[in-house]
T-cell receptor, first 114, second 118 residues
Framework: AQSVTQLGSHVSVSEGALVLLRCNYS??????LFWYVQYPNQGLQLLLK??????LVKGINGFEAEFKKSETSFHLTKPSAHMSDAAEYFC????????????FGSGTRLLVRP | GAGVSQSPSNKVTEKGKDVELRCDPI?????LYWYRQSLGQGLEFLIY????????KSGLPSDRFSAERTGGSVSTLTIQRTQQEDSAVYLC????????????????FGEGSRLTVL
């Protein structure tokens, strides 16, 4: 079965600082991995995805994530936080051989301090 | 429509009442999903539709929960005899068929229906 663990329910950074949101997964088959973002009172939208092509994936709004099979990780980073990045971020995994069902982590709320 | 539409956006009900939540997916999307988001929790998978059939309903918490989809489009999630623990945001998402050539793995989410059971 697939599962996702997001370390840290809340992460606080200063504007301009590095953003690092952690995600570890478990999967019995090669996974597809996703990061979604949820702004207040909005639905989720896709930030980026890994589907077995390049291990370093670039997404929208300057975010990127690196798939590390040896560490079973897919951490999300952004070099310089902006106030508009404040939101909740969800990591998700699905099976590459039956990819209809996304399993989501519990989410990390990013706070950006001025 | 342009995006996934859900109604009502907010629903307050009394314990024991039945509620219906509606989802109108993106036109042409054959796959439809219901997830539940409780306070401080992640997204909990409830059910997946491919067309009008539900090959995976493993996430429905109890037999008080049911869902249907008609015409390969609109879906309704029904909760009977609501309990306080049913209070949550119910999210609907749609996507193209994962077996289709244009499948990207991306789910398109609505803004959710916030259910409060008093």
């Amino acid at each position: 079965a697939q599962s996702v663990t997001q370390l840290g329910s809340h992460v606080s950074v200063s504007e301009g600082a590095l953003v690092l949101l952690r995600c570890n997964y478990s999967s019995s088959v090669p996974p597809y991995l996703f990061w979604y973002v949820q702004y207040p009172n909005q639905g989720l939208q896709l930030l980026l995805k890994y589907t077995s092509a390049a291990t370093l994936v670039k997404g929208i709004n300057g975010f990127e994530a690196e798939f590390k099979k040896s560490e079973t990780s897919f951490h999300l980073t952004k070099p310089s936080a902006h106030m508009s990045d404040a939101a909740e971020y969800f990591c998700a995994v699905t099976r590459s051989d039956s990819s209809y069902k996304l399993i989501f982590g519990s989410g990390t709320r990013l706070l950006v301090r001025p | 429509g342009a995006g996934v539409s859900q109604s009502p956006s907010n629903k307050v009900t009394e314990k024991g009442k039945d509620v219906e939540l509606r989802c109108d997916p993106i036109s042409g999307h054959t796959a439809l999903y219901w997830y539940r988001q409780s306070l401080g929790q992640g997204l909990e998978f409830l059910i997946y539709f491919q067309g009008n059939s539900a090959p995976d309903k493993s996430g429905l918490p109890s037999d008080r929960f049911s869902a249907e989809r008609t015409g390969g489009s609109v879906s309704t999630l029904t909760i009977q005899r609501t309990q306080q623990e049913d209070s949550a945001v119910y999210l609907c998402a749609s996507s193209s068929d994962f077996l289709a050539g244009d499948y990207t793995g991306e789910l398109f989410f609505g803004e959710g229906s916030r259910l409060t059971v008093l």
